[in-house]
């Protein structure tokens, strides 16, 4: 997830924040999410509230998509 999430970083610069949190390297930082699976996608909305959350592997098209049913173009 890592390699898409960095180009999405870049594609979506000034529009979304894209934010990855290892982990493997920082457990603790996995707690304030609710984290119970690796890796999991999580979107706010401009206010901070959870209005999406995914628990696997998810394809850039599919998140990307998933940008677009929140109305982030």
């Given at each position: ?19 990855f ?50 109305g982030?173009?």
């Amino acid at each position: 997830m890592a390699p898409i999430l960095a180009e999405l970083r870049k594609e979506y610069e000034g529009r979304v924040i894209v934010e990855f949190i290892d982990v493997w390297k920082n457990p603790a930082a996995a707690k304030p999410y609710d984290t119970r699976l690796i890796p999991t996608q999580i979107l706010y909305d401009r206010e901070g509230r959870e209005v999406w959350r995914h628990e696997g592997f998810i394809s850039k098209e599919d998140l990307i998509a998933r940008f677009a049913e929140v109305g982030i173009e």
